[in-house]
């Protein structure tokens, strides 16, 4: 069993803002979640790691809130107390719009390498002193970032990652068909048949061109 | 099967220790009987075209249970999986190390294409970068649309014309 000394405190809000006076609660549906500027984000978690028992990093990730917004990108770690079962979220916005940045944490959690390639991969997060900011998904030399709201889900036409496979072939990377897709089920429905997957909006494919409005 | 009616088999009694066919016919025969399949499992099709080469559905009964992981050595590439844009130069090379003569069979609705993965990391169908000789229906097709695949595909070389011809000229 957990011993009572390793247990998350109560008042985790206070906690932080002793040291880091900017940290406010977020609004949150299920488990503490904070804000904080993203210079502190790596003392804070250290804070948190070391001296309140979230010793498990489980997700680094990041929310691209709108092609327009500002800030556009917000970073979010979720920490894990394996001794008091408590989950705790930190969320930090990137000052850039165009270039967002976050510090690495791969010091404080060695899990936190692949994490951060995949956000960087697919949000183009840049964690700054990473030790090795590879694209982790899509192969090296792909020019986008695939999750970013201004890239649609069938994709964009490139070039095949290997050049002379694709002189051979001739195929490049082409947006995929969509039929107005994407598919998804119906849940909640009893008759099988009308919860197979579907797409939800029909009102443009690949005959019917999309509307400026929707 | 044992028929009763021998006149209708071959009868080295009567007629010697001689076949008498075309040299196309033989090769193809050959060919068709002999497939070994390069199995480029990349998902849950891998797993059906496992249970095809297993004891239940048993590959062998068709001659082609001499699953190859080295190119050089297969002349039948089974595609069983989603293609990613990733993968997809690595399986073109493969194909490309694969002797001639060599075929392609493009398992299940990923490879034949893109299946549901209508999305930016996916190939929509694996003929876009390699030619595909079968393509079978299904997510994941059953063990025996696969056999069938094989028994199409082996119909496909019997019926090769000019076998030879394309041998001496190549």
Known sequence: MSSPAAAPATDLLAVLQAR?????????????????????????????????????????????????ASPR?????????????GYVRIVAACADDAEPTAPSVVSLWAGANWHERETFDLMGIRFTDH???????????????????D?????????????????????????????????????????????????????????NAKPAVL | MVTPNSELAYNTKI???????????????????????????????????????????????FGAEVFRFSPRQADCMIVAGTVTYKMAPHLRRIYDQMAEPKWVIAMGACASSGGMYRSYATLQ??????PVDVYISGCPPRPEALLDALIKLQDKMTRNGGTAKQLLSA
């Open chain 2, 125 to 130: 169908g694996v003929d876009r970068i390699v």
């Open chain 1, 131 to 149: 030790p090795d900011l590879r694209r982790i998904l899509m192969w090296d030399g792909y020019p986008f970032h695939p999750l970013r709201k």
């Open chain 1, 73 to 85: 990108f917000s970073v979010v770690w979720h920490l894990l107390s394996s001794t008091a079962h």
């Open chain 2, 15 to 61: 007629e010697g220790d001689i076949v008498v066919t075309r040299v196309d016919a033989v090769i193809n025969w050959l060919r068709s009987s002999s497939v070994w399949p390069m199995p480029m499992g990349l998902a849950c099709c891998a797993i059906e075209l496992m249970a095809t080469a297993s004891s239940r559905f048993d590959i062998a009964r």
């Open chain 1, 20 to 68: 880091f006076p900017a940290a406010v609660a977020r609004p949150s549906g299920d488990h503490p979640a904070f804000n904080l500027p993203m210079a502190e984000v790596p003392a804070a978690l250290r804070l948190l790691r070391d001296e309140h028992g979230y010793d498990l990093l489980i997700d680094v990730t990041a929310v691209d809130w709108d092609v327009e």
């Open chain 1, 151 to 207: 890239f649609p889900l069938a994709g964009i036409e490139t070039p095949l990652p290997d050049l002379e496979v694709a002189d051979i072939t001739k195929a490049t990377v082409l947006p995929a068909p969509m039929m107005g897709g994407p598919f998804v089920a119906s849940t909640g429905e009893m008759n099988l048949t009308e919860a197979e997957p579907r797409a939800k909006d029909e009102s443009w494919n690949e005959r």
